[in-house]
């Protein structure tokens, strides 16, 4: 689990019920987390716009450089194919990345312009398609990675001032994809 306030990546052991804790560069802001193919775990830092990795055996942690400045990366999940994808959730960058894992922790990032406004958390289907919660924009997103193609779909029904501009009744946030039938699963904490 990430604890964002306090700049920390915990782990608590069910079966001997240890707590472990890992701290970042104060201010980093952890948000979500994913583990790779090989167990190593993955983490945004909003505040210090970096990628983090966690080797789970040697505990060392490694930070990467989002190449976009400033751009808040939020949620982050692992494809079907074991690449990464991770969303930038600062206002106006429009922007989701992805990149291959490595057992070193460095890795080189690739970014994708998005129809989404302020994507938020993400998640993938069984199609290798992106899906992406977008905010306070009362959408969820979804991006093609193998054609390049992205679509907004706007799901929020209460009032807005303009379409896309929902900060005051609607944040889409979690998403999850079924994986038995693809449909997409998410929650408005405002609505």
Avoid at 18 to 43: A, E, I, R, V
Avoid at 159 to 182: E, K, P, Q, V
């Amino acid at each position: 689990f990430t604890q964002p306030t306090t700049s920390a990546i915990g782990e608590f052991n069910p079966q001997n019920e240890t707590w472990n804790l890992w701290h970042l560069k104060k201010g980093s802001t952890p948000y979500d987390l994913t583990f790779d193919d090989q167990g190593n775990l993955w983490f945004t830092e909003a505040n210090t716009n970096m990628i983090g990795f966690l080797n789970i055996h040697t505990h060392q942690i490694v930070e990467n450089a989002i190449p976009t400045a400033n751009s808040g990366p939020y949620g982050i999940t692992l494809d079907l194919h074991g690449t990464i994808w991770f969303t930038e959730n600062a206002a106006g960058i429009n922007q989701i990345g992805s990149f291959q894992p490595t057992l070193s922790g460095t890795i080189k990032i690739t970014e994708y312009a998005i129809n989404g406004l302020r994507p938020h958390l993400i998640t993938t289907d069984r199609a290798g398609n992106i899906w992406f919660s977008d905010g306070f924009a009362g959408q969820v997103g979804e991006f093609n990675p193998k054609r390049g193609i992205n679509a907004s779909f706007f799901t929020f029904g209460g009032t807005c001032a303009s379409a896309g501009n929902c900060s005051t009744g609607t944040h889409i946030s979690g998403i999850y994809i079924d994986t038995t039938t693809d449909n997409v699963w998410f929650s408005d904490s405002l609505s």
